[in-house]
């Protein structure tokens, strides 16, 4: 999908949105205003149409209310871009006067968000920015954030320990060049190496590589599998051209790089490639098989995570509201009634931790083709072959050792075994 | 002599205009206007290289990046520059822009046209690898937050004072850069730009001037970024980004290149239509490039040209009836 037809595709989707975005604040008392932060426009605007729907979604099921309250749900544009993010955020506090803020999606737009809540003591749900020392190291600067999405060494750690019990010894890993990648990777190779496995190589595209072509060839061939962190238009590419060059070594993915937005568009080679993430398309539950026919026959498309993820942060949402009858409790009260909250969500139980983040299970899923929910045609679709149980996002370890130490990065933990 | 009385004269009407209605609009116009001010002198600065010196850079966000980075990273680690020390941080930013430039000039003032553009960009985007990679100073990818604005006897916490500071820094910096251009170096720069050889020839050292002009440039960049670091409270790779500098281009020239206030005009309707337009309708990105191909094919003297492109008709009917009458009278 290029740009250019996401940018005529997503304004016809969203005018319901921008529609009410753009309808003058009104200030009744027992109304919930949402301020919805997501990419629109620029090479990731497709994940926000996901976010978006996947809120909407549940808002509609709800008959656009929670608990009595009237919501409404006004999204502002962040072009991918933290500076952009700011300014929007500002505008919903100042001119919409938001009650929370909800959305971002990279990393720098979580760090740049969460900073304008302290500021504003407004609630901001992190439901997709996954940077690992927002709801850790950092914590203690955002009293008012509380995620609902996932730290990116969370499903890592179990897809580390998955690899190290298929028997794996080496593993190259191979991730885009940023924090989200850095963290990932991170994750990975701390789980694997706990259990005896080596990572003996790490390469690092650039963000939005396109061309692999320098980077293959330069893979181990010793390595027993490959770790991959692929992110936007990676995706595809990566898969596509490792089996081009003709290596069959298994792939084990990073949560994003077997997404279901990605899985329309790619080509039989990812058949058997493993990933990890709190959430499947596939997953056999009866919720989720509703849950996935009612937005593909909305939406046109399999959810992703992006759309779970905010369908369940308005779930979540909307059990607070319960709680308090439909009043705004205030921010700091709103928070702690949304931490203390279990709920079960499409993606299995939910329950947060003392640092606000989410206690789910993580997934490990195998690229299949085959046909699922009674649709006709045989697709691929990411089944759940081992499900690791309320896994949070220090993984097996203390959580007070794991403080300790620094945040994943490009250097942490140390390559031991690279040469 | 006269009609450049009545511009300076408009131009300071209408910064009293900005100075009194902006405050008293609704408070996310004023983050705006805050906004494009301070990107605004980034802008100027490009309008010195390119409208005055006819040099193209599409390096200008690397000085807006180290004077940001330079805040930022005093702020957040020693705590410096959050009292009167914000002025000591201004003069910091201002040196270090004008350093970096100082040093990027050796290897770019050499080269003209395009290649001036290849060069600039290429040096941009060191900066920008820099920001990316280097995680221990930069943060990487996420850059850093700055968790509060100065305060020295006023708080700049305070949206509206913070505008009145920022508004004043731009003011300044546009009474600086209109007094450089006016002086003998300014008019040596336009010659520069209208025929360099013919300068050499009469004995200026046309190197030296731009290097100059180019070192200056780099300085109020790097004034453009502290100002930045502290509006927008984040500064990432994001800021340092060809976009970034390629952004300050445009705005230069849908403003006007060489006329410095059309600067400010195009950062005001390019933050306009992408900040503001983008939270009414989701299209606005066809508005905003339907201004920039309107301007380059109807305008290429930008939006600053229009009153001259206005006179320029009136003349040129005015001597159309002039002949048609001579033609009636001599028949």
């Known amino acids: ?419 | 002599m006269k009609s450049q009385k009545i511009k300076i004269l408009f131009v300071v009407v209408a910064l009293a205009a900005i100075a009194i209605i902006v405050p008293n609009t609704n408070s996310f116009v004023l983050l705006l206007a805050t906004r494009a001010l301070a990107f605004a002198i980034l802008v100027m600065s490009v309008d010195i290289l390119l409208g005055y010196t006819g040099l193209a850079s599409l390096g200008q966000a690397a000085y807006l990046g180290v004077g940001a980075y330079l805040t930022a990273i005093l702020a957040t680690r020693y705590q410096f520059g959050l009292g009167y020390d914000f002025w000591l941080v201004v003069v910091f930013g201002i040196l270090l822009g004008a350093a970096l430039a100082a040093v990027f000039g050796l290897l770019a003032i050499r080269a003209t046209g395009v290649y001036f553009l290849m060069i600039t960009l290429a040096l941009g985007q060191c900066v920008w690898g820099l920001a990316y990679r280097w995680n221990s100073l930069t943060g990487g990818d996420n850059g850093i937050n700055l968790r509060a604005r100065p305060k020295f006897g006023i708080d700049l916490a305070n949206e509206v004072t913070f505008f009145y500071v920022v508004f004043g820094f731009f003011a300044v910096s546009l009474l600086l850069l209109y007094t450089l251009v006016r002086s003998p170096f300014g008019r040596s720069l336009t010659g520069i730009r209208e025929r360099e050889l013919r300068m050499k020839i009469l004995g200026y050292n046309t190197w030296l001037h731009k290097y100059l002009a180019f070192i200056i440039a780099g300085g109020f960049g790097g004034l453009s970024g502290v100002l930045w670091a502290h509006t927008a409270g984040i500064v990432s790779p994001e800021n340092v980004v060809l976009t970034t500098s390629v952004d300050a281009l445009l705005m230069a020239v849908l403003g006007g290149a060489g006329t410095l206030v059309g600067g400010v005009i195009g950062a005001a309707i390019v933050f306009g239509l992408r900040e503001y337009l983008s939270t009414l309708v989701p299209w606005w990105q066809y508005v905003l490039g339907a201004v920039y191909v309107l301007t380059i094919f109807y305008l290429p003297t930008g939006l600053m040209g229009i009153p001259e492109r206005i006179r320029q008709r009136r003349a040129a009917t005015a001597s159309k009836d002039q002949e048609k009458k001579l033609a009636s009278v001599t028949t």
């Open chain 1, 1 to 419: 999908m290029t740009c250019v037809s996401l940018r005529r595709l997503v304004p016809l989707l969203l005018g319901g949105g921008v529609a009410l975005a753009s309808a003058p604040a009104s200030y009744a008392a027992e109304e919930l205003r949402i301020g919805v932060i997501a990419p629109m426009t620029g090479i990731i605007a497709q994940v926000g149409k996901d976010m978006v729907d996947g809120l909407n979604m549940y808002l509609e099921e709800t008959n656009g209310t929670f608990a009595g309250a009237k919501v409404k749900v006004i999204v502002e544009d962040s072009q991918a871009k933290p500076d952009t993010a700011v300014t929007k955020a500002k505008k919903l506090l100042l001119q919409d006067k938001v009650h929370m803020l909800l959305g971002g999606v990279l990393a720098t737009e979580g760090y740049a968000l969460a900073p304008v809540s302290t500021n504003d003591k407004t609630v901001y749900i992190a439901s997709v920015p996954a940077a690992d020392d927002l709801t850790q190291r950092d914590l203690p600067n955002y009293p008012y954030l509380i995620r609902t999405g996932w730290t990116s060494s969370q499903p890592h750690h179990a897809l580390g320990q998955w690899a190290c019990d298929q028997g794996y010894k080496k593993i190259v890993a191979i991730g885009a060049d940023y924090a989200f990648g850095h963290e990932s990777v991170g994750g990975f190779q701390k789980a694997f190496e706990d259990c005896g496995g080596r990572i003996i190589q790490k390469i690092w595209p650039p963000f939005g590589t396109k061309d692999f072509g320098p980077y293959i060839p330069t893979i181990k061939a010793d390595a027993d599998a490959i770790f991959t962190l692929m992110v936007g238009p990676m995706v595809v590419q990566f898969p596509k051209q490792l089996r081009g060059a003709g290596i069959t070594k298994p792939i084990v993915g990073g949560g994003t790089s077997y997404d279901e937005f990605a899985l329309p568009v790619m080509g039989d080679e990812v058949i058997g490639d493993i990933s990890a993430l709190q959430y499947s398309a596939a997953l056999a539950t009866p919720k989720n098989e509703a849950f996935v026919k009612k937005y593909r026959a909305k939406y046109g498309k399999v959810p992703s995570y992006f759309s779970e993820t905010n369908y369940t942060s308005a779930q979540l949402i909307n059990e607070v509201m319960k709680g308090t009858k439909g009043d705004w409790p205030g921010a700091e009260p709103f928070v702690k009634a949304m931490a203390a909250l279990k709920i079960d969500a499409v993606r299995g139980p939910v329950a947060f931790d003392d640092m606000r983040n989410p206690v789910h299970n993580i997934y490990i899923k195998k690229v299949e083709k085959k046909k699922l929910f009674g649709y006709d045609k045989d697709e691929l679709w990411n089944t759940v072959i081992k499900t690791y149980p309320n896994v949070g996002q220090f993984w097996t370890y203390d959580k007070a050792t794991f403080l300790k130490q620094p945040v994943y990065s490009r250097d942490f933990p140390p390559c031991k075994f690279c040469q």
